[in-house]
């Protein structure tokens, strides 16, 4: 999305400088293979975090605060709207269908005003909460739930559980969206369990054999050998920058510094970091890795997919959390210019909102531009909860 930073330029070319380098002689064997390609997913995956959190901090308020204020500014025209339809109620000579159009509109006014508890709305909403109005809205709404229910349970192949107290679309259309999660949550859930079921089958059955000779589990074999490693490096790197031993102030700091580096990276089991800080520090030459067998390479790959699984947790929390805030679908992949595109339609939208309440508002100056105006979004809202209801 955005170009590299120089310090995660420095990081990156440290962590590929871990990387196992083939030779014209000697080719890879798998366990070099699995150990780099595990270093370059870390490398992508803090790539891709640390140029999307960059993106984020340079666009994301710009973008929330264009949101807001074409939010505002909607609202505002709302309530203008909704007190000049209240007086013409009053004052204009409608007839009955046209009193009830503008008394819906009303109420669909007030709902969307509801959120700002402003005084003035809430009386209108006293007001026109008559028990015909409510009856009358309430029929519509639950007529539209039904056929929406139809539809719903035709896509799941099952009824919607309690489907009775679901009265309007919005909340049918929640309830079927949470039916159809939990589906696919179970059948989630059953596939895990499968294959954990399998997982600690095939355990299971290497232990019992290792067990009929005598020997260690290789798993249990690979995790010794795993934190014997992340525990050497920790210690060379603590005797390196022992701060007591350090005569220099400038010096002390530095490694006083880098040691609570090394703290944090231990305790998180984070070894290429660890690896990273132990060539910058003791000088240790990276082709190190070339030289280690095989078996201590396979229980330095087991930290590391910890450390993949951690970084893709990371992202994918990264990634829904911006899409959750900015209304539009973000991913680490994608190019900057298409998500800038995204947030600028979405803003492009919002104005228009705005700017459409605001000619609406203009137009409807002189009662029969206001009566068209009436028919026009009568049928409007007929048609929104037509749509609705297209599973």
């Keep these: 999305m955005i170009s590299s930073t120089e310090a995660h330029q420095d990081a990156a070319i440290s962590l590929s400088a871990l990387m196992v380098q083939p030779s014209d002689?000697?080719?890879?064997?798998?366990?070099?293979?699995?150990?780099?390609?595990?270093?370059?997913?870390?490398?992508?995956?803090?790539?891709?975090?640390?140029?999307?959190?960059?993106?984020?901090?340079?666009?994301?308020?710009?973008?929330?605060?264009?949101?807001?204020?074409s939010v505002q500014l909607a609202q505002a025209h709302r309530k203008s709207l909704l007190l000049f339809v209240h007086e013409r109620l009053q004052t204009a000579d409608f007839t009955d269908r046209q009193q009830r159009m503008a008394r819906?509109?009303?109420?669909?006014?007030?709902?969307?005003?509801?959120?700002?508890?402003?005084?003035?709305?809430?009386?209108l909403a006293d007001l026109y909460v008559s028990e015909e109005d409510t009856q009358e809205t309430a029929q519509e709404q639950a007529e539209a739930a039904q056929r929406l229910r139809e539809r719903i349970e035709e896509a799941l192949g099952?009824?919607?559980?309690?489907?009775?107290?679901?009265?309007?679309?919005?909340?049918?259309?929640?309830a079927g969206m949470?039916?159809?999660?939990?589906?696919?949550?179970?059948?989630?859930?059953?596939?895990?369990a499968k294959r954990a079921a399998k997982k600690a089958q095939k355990q299971?059955?290497?232990?019992?054999?290792?067990?009929?000779?005598?020997?260690?589990?290789?798993?249990?074999?690979?995790?010794?050998?795993?934190k014997s490693a992340i525990?050497?490096?920790?210690?060379?790197?603590?005797?390196?920058?022992?701060?007591?031993?350090?005569?220099?102030?400038?010096?002390?700091?530095?490694?006083?510094a880098l040691m609570s580096e090394v703290n944090a990276a231990y305790e998180k089991n984070d070894l290429s970091t660890l690896l990273r800080l132990q060539m910058q520090v003791t000088k240790v030459n990276p082709q190190n890795s070339a030289r280690m067998a095989d078996a201590q390479l396979i229980a330095m790959a087991s930290l590391l997919k910890e450390?993949?699984?951690?970084?893709?947790?990371?992202?994918?929390?990264?990634?829904?959390?911006?899409?959750?805030?900015?209304?539009?679908?973000?991913?680490?992949?994608?190019?900057?210019a298409s998500i800038m595109q995204a947030l600028q339609r979405i803003q492009a939208d919002q104005r228009h909102s705005a700017d459409s309440?605001?000619?609406?508002?203009?137009?409807?100056?002189?009662?029969?531009?206001?009566?068209?105006?009436?028919?026009?979004?009568?049928?409007?809202?007929?048609?929104?909860?037509?749509?609705?209801?297209?599973?």
């Excluded at 099952?158 to 929640?174: C, F, H, L, R």
């Excluded at 299971?204 to 795993?226: C, F, H, I, W």
């Excluded at 920790?234 to 010096?251: I, K």
């Excluded at 990264?318 to 991913?331: A, F, G």
């Design 104 to 123: 819906g509109l009303v109420r669909g006014l007030i709902d969307q005003l509801a959120a700002s508890a402003d005084p003035q709305v809430q009386a």
């Design 158 to 174: 099952q009824p919607i559980e309690k489907a009775g107290q679901y009265q309007t679309p919005e909340e049918m259309m929640q």
């Design 25 to 69: 002689q000697v080719p890879l064997t798998p366990a070099q293979e699995r150990f780099n390609d595990l270093l370059a997913r870390i490398e992508q995956l803090s790539g891709l975090i640390e140029r999307l959190q960059a993106w984020s901090d340079r666009h994301r308020y710009a973008h929330i605060q264009a949101l807001r204020e």
């Design 231 to 256: 525990r050497t490096v920790f210690r060379q790197l603590a005797s390196a920058l022992h701060p007591d031993r350090e005569p220099d102030e400038q010096e002390r700091l530095r490694k006083t």
């Design 204 to 226: 299971a059955q290497k232990k019992s054999a290792a067990a009929e000779k005598g020997e260690v589990p290789p798993a249990l074999l690979r995790e010794a050998d795993a």
């Design 357 to 391: 309440l605001e000619a609406d508002l203009r137009r409807i100056q002189n009662d029969a531009e206001l009566k068209r105006w009436l028919k026009e979004q009568w049928q409007l809202a007929k048609e929104q909860v037509q749509s609705s209801t297209d599973f």
């Design 307 to 336: 450390q993949v699984t951690a970084l893709e947790d990371d992202l994918d929390a990264l990634q829904s959390r911006l899409s959750r805030e900015l209304c539009v679908p973000v991913r680490a992949e994608a190019e900057e």
């Design 178 to 192: 949470r039916q159809w999660q939990r589906q696919q949550e179970a059948d989630e859930q059953r596939k895990a």
